[in-house]
């Protein structure tokens, strides 16, 4: 790969109105910044959903962490790296990177990772019993079991990733019908997996997860090829995901301690029992030496020293990690994160473990997460009652139901039924895309709506 190409400044359609002031890739931010779909972070899980304490991130301010971290990381690996990379794109890639990791979570539906699953599962059980869905998404094996088709795994791996492509790319209403139409060059450098959901391999981790639908497939494919990564990751990409576990490893041990679910002396415990050798102590005394310099001691600024003892730990490593893989990486033959791979690996693998044992498996989470589930699966079957029938009474129920949608949605649906698609047949797009539409309305809620529309339209 060549930074030149990388760089990428064409878009899907030309810019609206020409603007001498900012660089494609400042405008590519403000494009991002200004977003819905950014916005609506505001009121969507990070960990805790419906989370009343105000201290505790949201996605949004998780994102604008991210986004921060980001931008550092890629400017720090410029300098350690300045006489392999031109230091005229030092602006560009960092303006990228900040772009780019706003953009990394605007696709994950209400209640996160659990709203990601309840999905999966309600498209699981929907393929399995309309029979509609026979030979198009499904077929019977002579021993009566079922074989998934490639273009229901769209569905079945149904992942906020891929989600947030889509949102960009074509529902963010903004320039023609192209999404925020934002440069190629941002758009390959927010596409964390780099194949679709019918070409995932388990074990390779750029192809672990889909990382675009059908849908999105023939602009992927054009961003690729402009830029030169082929199907290989950006190599921004990983410091941006770089920057994405960092932060949510350190500010998940921080909001559990702010929420009362373990004291900091128990977290401390816990990663030397997970295997931190050490390092558990040695971040202890240095944050309560820097917790004690302010004169406070309670837990929550403990917490803050920890969170900032643990990621001076952290970033140092990333980049020596993305130094000395720096060739690998730009052949696109890396295929690791960088976190995973670095002196601190052992560090940060305790920790996950704390945050997975400890955070993920507390009694809220899992109480609330129950309660996201049965909201999720509610929605899409009723938006779906609205959506699968072709034949529509105009002033039936259906039809009702169906001009709930989301206009943007709607339009975007219309659209789609008259575009050629080389991976999708008459019949198949027919239902894929009406499959799509009802996903796209469930995925786009924040939390809080999610939950007074299921009341409103529940009656519950």
């Excluded at 690729?224 to 950006?234: I, W």
């Excluded at 050798?277 to 406070?296: D, H, I, N, P, T």
């Excluded at 997460?369 to 959506?387: H, K, N, S």
Aim: aromatic share 8%; with cysteine; glycine share 6%.
């Amino acid at each position: 790969m060549e930074w030149s190409r990388l760089l990428s400044c064409r878009r899907a359609v030309p810019p609206d109105f020409p603007d001498r002031d900012r660089t494609e890739f400042e405008k590519d931010l403000s494009r991002v910044v200004f977003s819905t779909p950014v916005r609506r972070l505001q009121d969507k899980t990070h960990v805790f959903p419906l989370e009343p304490h105000d201290a505790v991130r949201t996605r949004l301010t998780h994102s604008l962490e991210v986004s921060s971290v980001a931008r550092d990381l890629s400017q720090a690996a410029i300098r350690r790296l300045e006489d392999r990379i031109p230091q005229q794109y030092a602006h560009a890639i960092s303006t990228i990177a900040a772009s780019a990791a706003l953009l990394h979570d605007v696709g994950n539906p209400p209640f996160g990772h659990a709203g990601e699953r309840a999905i999966q599962d309600w498209f699981l059980q929907k393929l399995r019993e309309d029979k509609r869905f026979e030979g198009v998404f499904v077929e019977k094996t002579s021993s009566g079991g079922l074989t998934w088709l490639a273009p229901a795994q769209d569905f079945l791996q149904f992942d906020g990733n891929a989600q947030m492509m889509r949102l960009a790319g074509r529902l963010q209403v903004l320039s023609q019908h192209n999404g925020l139409n934002l440069t190629f060059a941002t758009l390959s450098a927010a596409c964390k997996y780099v194949v679709a959901a019918r070409e995932t391999v388990p074990g390779r981790h750029e192809y672990s997860k889909p990382g675009f639908f059908e849908t999105e497939r023939e602009l992927v494919e054009q961003v690729q090829e402009e830029t030169g990564t082929g199907v290989a990751r950006n190599p921004i990409v990983y410091l941006v995901e770089a920057a994405d576990d960092i932060v949510n490893v350190c500010i998940d041990l921080e909001d559990g301690i702010r929420k009362r679910i373990f004291r900091w002396d128990e977290m401390i415990a816990e990663l030397e029992r997970g295997g931190a050798a050490g390092e558990g102590v040695a971040l202890k005394r240095e944050a309560e030496s820097l917790a004690g310099a302010s004169g406070f001691v309670a837990d929550d600024v403990f917490a803050q020293a920890f969170r900032t003892k643990l990621m001076a730990r952290l970033i140092p490593a990333v980049l020596t990690e993305f130094q000395n893989s720096y060739d690998a990486i730009m052949c696109g033959e890396y295929g690791y994160e960088l976190v995973r791979r670095s002196d601190a690996a052992v560090l940060y693998n305790a920790c996950k473990e704390v945050v997975k044992r400890r955070i993920f498996s507390s009694a809220e989470v899992l109480r609330l997460e129950i309660m996201g589930r049965r909201v999720i699966q509610d929605m899409l079957d009723l938006y779906w009652e609205g959506v699968s029938f072709a034949d529509r009474d105009e002033k039936g129920f259906s039809a009702k139901l169906y001009s709930l949608v989301s206009d943007n949605y709607r339009q975007a649906f219309e659209r789609d039924l008259t575009r050629n698609y080389p991976t999708l047949d008459g019949v198949t797009k027919q239902h894929y895309l009406r499959l799509r539409l009802v996903c796209d309305q469930v995925a786009g809620m924040t939390d809080a709506y999610a939950v007074r529309q299921h009341r409103s339209l529940m009656n519950v």
